[in-house]
């Protein structure tokens, strides 16, 4: 299935991430799920929340850089190598996941990993 995720690049420094929470928090937003990639200098936090247009609207307002893009929520069987066979689905049919990570509030007692595929309506497909 997909979903909306927002993208929010930040500097690296104590108190950014905090500014964001304390902004989606004042604007009703509610995170669902949260990631963060790091280097050195900043950090690019990756976030399902019941609103994505309104989240992005509200940090865009207050000087962050947002986005909102497709990813895809997949369930996977609770069983040793069940996400691999997916990995292998995807990748035999030469779709790359570029990032993934777990959603921690799943559709159903299965667990569910979001993904990113730069052709997300092949991937939906294959994957469904």
Partial sequence: MKLKQLSVFLENTP?????????????????????????????????IVDDCDKASDVLKQNGFFAKVVDVLAVEVDDKPGALLAILKRASDAGLNIEYMYAYTRPFS????????????????????
Avoid at 19 to 42: F, G, M, P
């Fill in 15 to 47: 108190g950014h991430l905090e500014r964001v929470c304390s902004i989606l928090a004042e604007a009703n937003v509610n995170l669902q799920t949260i990631t963060i990639a790091e280097t050195k200098d900043y950090g690019i936090v990756r976030a």
């Fill in 109 to 128: 007692i299965k667990p569910v990993m979001i993904m990113s595929f730069k052709d997300i309506d092949a991937a939906e497909k294959l994957l469904s």
